[in-house]
């Protein structure tokens, strides 16, 4: 919701998908969810992230 919520704001029209099989999450190096990953690279893992700092990742990391 939170990550929805972050495009919304930052007016990005990009796709999410929910990933829940193991061998795909684990393919990124992560082995603590939740993660976000943006263009293919983990952005954070391991913590549930409020609307707030997904936009502040976003930002960093598509400019």
Known sequence: ASTRAA???LNMD???DHVTDFA???AYGVMTTPAL???GKVVSYGKVLKTDEVVNLLKKVRG
């Open 7 to 9: 495009l919304e704001q």
């Open 14 to 16: 990009t796709a999410i």
């Open 24 to 26: 795909q999450i684990a």
């Open 37 to 39: 990953v943006v263009d």
